[in-house]
């Protein structure tokens, strides 16, 4: 059951849902709209994996219409939550994707920007913190893709080892800029440690945490499958629309 997969942080709030394609959008973002107390376990004690929700930020949207060629949501207002995913596991620790950016949490009420209103109600390394790990301590940082709503604190984690997608890295670094990429959030990637994949990858080597390709959203998009022995397979999908050029990804034209 899905309520059995993850651990929440505590005072960490689930982002708003007032629509029923935020919650569509929730499960597509994340995998998973239900959170526990108490972290899932892989394969025993000795060998666990914690996997733990983190609140990388949210939207709202004063019209939902670039969410579907069909016109159905056009006009309509909704929300979007926009996840990350910490997994604890005995050779080390993997974060997946690192939401809109801590520096938008400094603005009490949020963004405001070309129809979207962002906002960040607590930091991601402020919610680290309350399970006993900072940036430093990830081993490694893998993206479902590159738009800028997943890369935000990605240059936090310079000590960390970044999982990229070669096909995702051209797409980002091709001129001009596509849509949705802030390449400003990806700066350290010229200077961190990176392992770059072409195709699906074995995190820690043992077959529980895999990182899959899954192009459409994006030419190099991914998902991350995670074995756990109580939940069994569940997959975080990332954003799973697929890209039409009449349905452009647009990014905010603020700084954040």
Not at 14 to 24: C, R
Not at 47 to 57: F, K, P, R, S
Not at 68 to 94: M, Q, V, W
Not at 163 to 178: R, V
């Amino acid at each position: 059951m899905a309520h059995q997969v993850l651990n929440h942080v505590a005072g960490c709030q689930p982002p708003p849902v007032k629509s029923a394609w935020s919650l569509v959008c929730l499960a597509l973002l994340g995998g998973i709209a239900f959170i526990s107390a108490a972290p899932a376990s892989a394969t025993g004690d000795a060998n666990e994996i914690d996997v733990y929700a983190l609140d990388g930020g949210n939207f709202t949207l004063k019209d939902m219409g670039e969410f579907s060629d069909t016109g159905e949501y056009n006009g309509k207002r909704g929300a979007l939550a926009d996840p990350c995913f910490l997994i604890r596991h005995p050779k080390g620790t993997l974060l997946w994707d690192t939401g809109l950016g801590d520096k938008l949490a400094e603005k009490k009420n949020g963004l405001d920007d070309d129809g979207y209103h962002l906002s960040v109600p607590i930091p991601l390394a402020a919610q680290m913190k309350k399970i006993g790990l900072t940036p430093n301590d990830v081993t490694y940082v893998a993206f479902s893709h590159f738009h800028f709503d997943h890369t935000g604190n990605a240059n936090l984690f310079g000590s960390s080892t970044w999982i990229i997608n070669k096909a995702e890295l051209k797409w980002a670094l091709s001129k001009p800029t596509p849509g949705g990429v802030e390449l400003k959030t990806l700066s350290a990637y010229t200077t961190v440690k990176t392992r770059m994949i072409e195709g699906d990858y074995d995190v820690f080597g043992d077959g529980n945490v895999r990182i899959l390709k899954a192009p459409g959203h994006t030419p190099g998009s991914q998902v991350l499958e995670i074995k756990l022995k109580d939940s069994g397979t569940i997959i975080l999908s990332g954003d799973r629309s697929l890209s039409h050029p009449h349905q452009p990804h647009r990014s905010p034209r603020a700084n954040l």
